[in-house]
């Protein structure tokens, strides 16, 4: 059926340093895709989406393109700062009109 | 605008009894869905309904009931608790394939 799969975490990086959270999903049809972040005791917010091939989605520094070859939608971030310390998903649209998540992937960044 | 609001945010439940968990939204959306979010698990499907007087299962739907009797309101009922529904409930409100808006989230705890 349909999936999302994410890199395990945690992820712990310093102030300022290069992120990167792969994502890849099933090719069934041409599902919009989405990066959902989630704060310590809050709901989830969209943090940005994509919903055709090779667009780009982006957010507060936050980019991650819709890459229908590889069926991939990694999310970067070229300078990440404390705020960002956070859980991120990773989803897809599903056949329900539901969204499909990935499990999560829990960054840290330290001072 | 309140957008999505849940209520309670938290509640203890022994086995055996039951709740409603209750969900309103004020954007108008066809579609709201019910997601539950276990430690390390992504969220799951529960159930969805796509309109006033529509509502189909979604992937985990055993051990709980809906209703949609307005397009603002979408409770979720536990008839029996359980401890395997210790979890964190999360209603969602939006379109296929677009941005779903998520409420705050309850925290379910059965002893």
């Known amino acids: 059926g349909d999936s999302v799969t994410q890199m395990e975490g945690p992820v712990t990086l310093s102030e300022e340093a290069f992120l990167t959270i792969n994502c890849t999903y099933t090719?069934?049809?041409?599902?919009?895709l989405f990066w959902y972040v989630q704060y310590p005791g809050e709901g989830l917010q969209l943090l940005l989406k994509?919903?055709?091939?090779?667009d780009k989605g982006s957010n507060k520094g936050f980019e991650a393109t819709y890459r229908k070859e590889t069926t991939s939608f990694h999310l970067e971030k070229g300078s990440v700062q404390v705020s960002d310390s956070a859980v991120y998903f990773c989803?897809?649209?599903?056949?329900?009109?539901?969204?499909?998540f990935g499990k999560g992937t829990k960054l840290s960044v330290k001072p | 605008n309140a957008g999505v609001t849940q209520t309670p945010k938290f509640r203890i439940l022994k086995i055996g009894q039951s709740m409603t968990l209750q969900c309103t939204q004020d954007?108008?959306?066809?579609?709201m869905y019910w997601y539950r979010q276990d430690p390390g698990m992504g969220l799951k499907l529960i159930y969805y309904?796509?309109?006033?007087?529509?509502?189909d299962k979604g992937e985990v739907p055993n051990g709980y009931n809906v209703s949609r009797s307005t397009t603002e309101d979408f409770p979720l009922r536990l008839e029996l608790a359980a401890p395997s529904q210790t979890s964190v409930y999360f209603c969602?409100?939006?379109?296929?394939?677009?941005?779903?808006?998520f409420g705050p989230g309850t925290r379910l705890l059965v002893l």
């Open positions: 969602a409100s939006g379109n296929p394939q677009e941005t779903q808006y």
């Open positions: 090719a069934t049809g041409y599902p919009s």
């Open positions: 994509a919903t055709k091939a090779d």
């Open positions: 989803a897809r649209g599903g056949s329900q009109g539901n969204l499909i």
């Open positions: 954007m108008n959306h066809n579609y």
């Open positions: 309904s796509v309109g006033a007087g529509i509502t």
